[in-house]
């Protein structure tokens, strides 16, 4: 599947609040998010419910959005960057929920805060990582695999790192850094 990346606003003027770039970031990480667990499943790697499948996408959003914290760090300032991430952590919580409640069904308990419960322990894990150059090292990148890992049958166990961090990562992250740096280049129009 391919995903349109947005790089720039259609509209020019006053600079975009973090509620507006956070919107925009986070339709795009779910989206990529949601892709490579398609594209998992389209390489015959075995996802046997809608529970693993959202599963498998919130390991992704967890991973995209440190990346993207990291990415927009030096580009704006704390004040900026706390309020736009909260506001897209919280935007990527409704659309997740949205989507399990459409394939799943209600839950007696919020599928938003499992998210938040999830991403608050794994932002904590990843911050323990390196990153070279902009980019995630190998040990965080085989970091997400090993979550991934975990959510596969034993058939596919032996292939799932490899996948995750050879294949996998490489394309989400320059879907995500084209919008990112389209987004928050000087002529965007973002800040």
Request: hydrophobic residues 40%; charged residues 25%.
């Amino acid at each position: 599947m391919a995903i349109r990346v947005r790089t720039q606003w259609h509209t020019r003027g006053a600079p975009k609040t973090p509620f507006q770039v956070a919107t925009v970031i986070a339709s795009l990480i779910f989206r990529v998010a949601e892709e490579k667990a398609t594209h998992m499943q389209q390489e015959k790697f075995e996802i046997n419910s809608k529970e693993q499948g959202f599963a498998m996408i919130a390991e992704y959003l967890a991973f995209l959005v440190q990346y993207t914290d990291r990415f927009v760090y030096p580009r704006v300032d704390d004040e900026y960057r706390g309020e736009l991430i909260n506001i897209m952590v919280r935007r990527l919580a409704e659309i997740l929920e949205d989507n399990q409640i459409a394939f799943m069904g209600p839950s007696p308990d919020s599928y938003q805060q499992r998210f938040i419960d999830l991403l608050v322990e794994r932002l904590a894990e990843y911050a323990t990582f390196d990153y070279e150059d902009g980019e995630p090292s190998y040990p965080c990148r085989r970091f997400l695999g090993s979550k991934i890992l975990e959510l596969m049958p034993r058939r596919d166990q032996s292939w799932t790192i490899d996948q995750v961090v050879e294949i996998e990562v490489p394309n989400a992250l320059t879907l995500v850094r084209k919008g990112l740096a389209g987004l928050f280049a000087e002529e965007s129009g973002t800040l």
